[in-house]
């Protein structure tokens, strides 16, 4: 590590000083753990007390009925669907973080925070000063739709966070999707067509945001397709109230193709698994690329007639 980024750390480390009183005060409604951690971290600058005061702010806001949700111990419990909590409510709460921890933060970076895992994250950097993943993009659900040809109500990506060679994305089963009104009666099940689609379309995005260097430039939004998607294994059922978790890597790449395997997990449980999915592409530069046989689009029809699929999964 360099000097210079040893002594961003330690610059970071060292709380801003405050009026203990002035902290007891705002914390007043907090528990009496929050508090305490509070107080050890103005006087140690310790950044593992974050979780513990950044929590007890946030449980300070929530109706009882949902605490427990909070205190599980899971970082993919929302703040909005899981936990109640509206944007007011939320900047209340940011407030609160910034006069106990001496920060700063930006209305604008209160969008990427959806999870409770997303503010611990960001706290901790922010505090500290060094990114868990500093080569990371991450895009809101509004960037994302921005960018993608497909859009609600055949969008299956609520967020996304790219690398050089990777992507990750959600996307939260509400149970108002049309098609789980027949799929089944009686009994909603997301089907895992679906699902590959969404896989599909985490790799378009990730083409699109961040198109590979064997490809030399950019790629046409409107002239990506799916050709195919071979070794399908589903391992759970999946149904309103399911996170799917979306993670692509990028295997090879040759214009047009470009080929990603995939995961989707809920709760870190393995849901569906693709050893290949394959993506026909036209570079923006190379007017007469072809996209193959004209295969399906991964908007409309990803992950029907067109895919390969070991168990036949539906």
């Known amino acids: ?72 111990g899971d970082d993919s419990v929302r703040f ?14 940011i407030m609160m973080v910034e006069e106990s921890l001496g920060v700063s933060i930006k209305n604008e970076e209160l969008l990427n925070l959806r999870s409770i895992g997303d503010l611990k994250v960001f706290i901790q950097e922010k505090i500290t000063g060094f990114k868990s993943g500093e080569s990371d993009d991450f895009y809101t659900i509004e960037q994302v739709a921005a960018v993608m040809p497909q859009q609600e109500p055949f969008l299956f990506l609520e967020q996304a966070n790219l690398s050089e060679r990777e992507a990750k994305g959600r996307y939260s089963i509400s149970g108002n999707e049309a098609f789980l009104e027949g799929h089944f009666k009686g009994n909603p099940v997301f089907p895992a067509s679906i699902m590959l689609e969404a896989l599909g379309q985490l790799a378009v995005f990730s083409l699109l945001k961040n198109p590979p260097s064997e490809i030399g430039g950019s790629i046409d939004m409107s002239e990506v397709y799916f050709t195919g998607v071979d070794g399908v294994r589903c391992h759970r059922v999946c149904k309103p109230g399911d996170s799917l978790d979306l993670n692509i890597k990028l295997k090879r790449v040759r214009a047009p193709l470009a080929v990603f395997s995939g995961q989707i997990t809920v709760n870190g449980e393995k849901a569906v698994v693709a050893e290949e999915i394959t993506l026909a592409f036209k570079p923006v530069e190379v007017e007469s690329a072809s996209n193959g046989n004209g295969s399906h689009s991964a908007v409309s029809e990803g992950s029907n007639g067109s895919t390969r699929s070991n168990n036949g999964a539906h």
């Open 80 to 93: 909005m669907e899981d936990l109640g909590l509206d944007s007011l409510t939320m900047i209340e709460a």
């Open 1 to 72: 590590m360099s000097n210079q980024r040893t002594t961003k750390a330690e610059s970071a480390l060292t709380p801003k000083t405050g009026s203990e009183a002035l902290l007891r005060d705002t914390l007043k409604r907090c528990s009496p753990e929050t508090l305490e951690a509070a107080l050890k971290y103005r006087s140690s600058g310790d950044v593992s007390l974050l979780p513990v005061i950044v929590l007890g702010i946030v449980e300070r806001f929530l109706d009882p009925d949902v605490i427990s949700k909070l205190r599980s």
